[in-house]
Every structure is written in structure tokens, then in C-alpha cells.
């Protein structure tokens, strides 16, 4: 997919641009774990107890882990508040069910395959 028609579908689909601030290693951190399907992503994670791994796709992208004391739940809950206002789109579209496993392992790999290419036509 050129970067014209991902320009196109992040105008259609909001929650893309937040998707475009994310590195590429961020990008490949949630698609391995996406592509492996042995992950479940959380929804509403900000506010999930200490009872198990629960964390969005962001959290997973960013390398954040899951607490396991109460201490760390209050800095991993602070944290989400920075990052649920930086990716407010993203996250309310997958809260809200908006965006699927697929829709999303499918827009990591498009934003890479774009910047491959933009990448290699620089170079030319």
C-alpha cells in the first residue's frame, strides 16, 4: 500500500494516525505478538486489577510490562492515563470494538510496508 492510499484510509479511520506515532521496533512488538495469537489484548486495561497480564496494544508497543505489586499498579496506571491521552483515537476505537485483530495486524503491516517504500524511493 502506497503512502497515498494509507493517507487516504488514516482519514477514514482516525485511530490510524495514532497508529503512525508508534516506531517501527513499537509496530513489530505488537505485531509479533498480535501474529502469534497467544495474547489476549485487554480493553478498558486501565483500570483491570492485579489479576493477570492485561494490557493494550499500546502498552504491549511500548515494552510496558504487567505490574505485580501494587506500587507498580499506580506508576503502570499513571502511565496509561499519559498514553490514553497521547492515543485517545486508537484507544476508544478499540475499547469500542471498532477495530479488530485483523484490522490492526493489517495497518501495522501497511504503515511498514509504506515507510519501506518511502525509505527505498529516497534512496534512488
Not at 2 to 7: F, G, H, Q, T
Not at 9 to 32: A, F, H
Not at 34 to 61: H, N, Q, V
Not at 97 to 111: F, S
Amino acid at each position: 500500500m502506497d503512502e497515498e492510499k494509507i493517507l487516504f484510509k488514516m482519514e477514514k479511520e482516525r485511530w490510524l494516525i495514532d497508529l503512525q506515532k508508534l516506531s517501527n521496533d513499537e509496530l513489530m512488538r505488537m505485531y509479533n505478538t498480535l501474529s502469534t495469537g497467544r495474547y489476549e489484548f485487554a480493553k478498558d486495561a486501565w483500570y483491570i486489577p492485579l489479576e493477570g497480564d492485561k494490557r493494550c496494544p499500546i502498552m504491549i508497543a511500548k515494552g510496558y510490562k504487567a505490574p505485580d505489586s501494587p506500587e507498580k499498579m499506580v506508576e503502570f496506571q499513571e502511565t496509561a492515563k499519559i498514553l490514553e491521552q497521547e492515543y485517545r483515537r486508537f484507544i476508544d476505537a478499540w475499547d469500542f470494538g471498532q477495530i479488530t485483530k485483523y484490522d490492526l495486524e493489517k495497518a501495522v503491516l501497511d504503515i511498514l510496508e509504506a515507510r519501506s517504500i518511502a525509505i527505498i524511493e529516497r534512496s534512488r
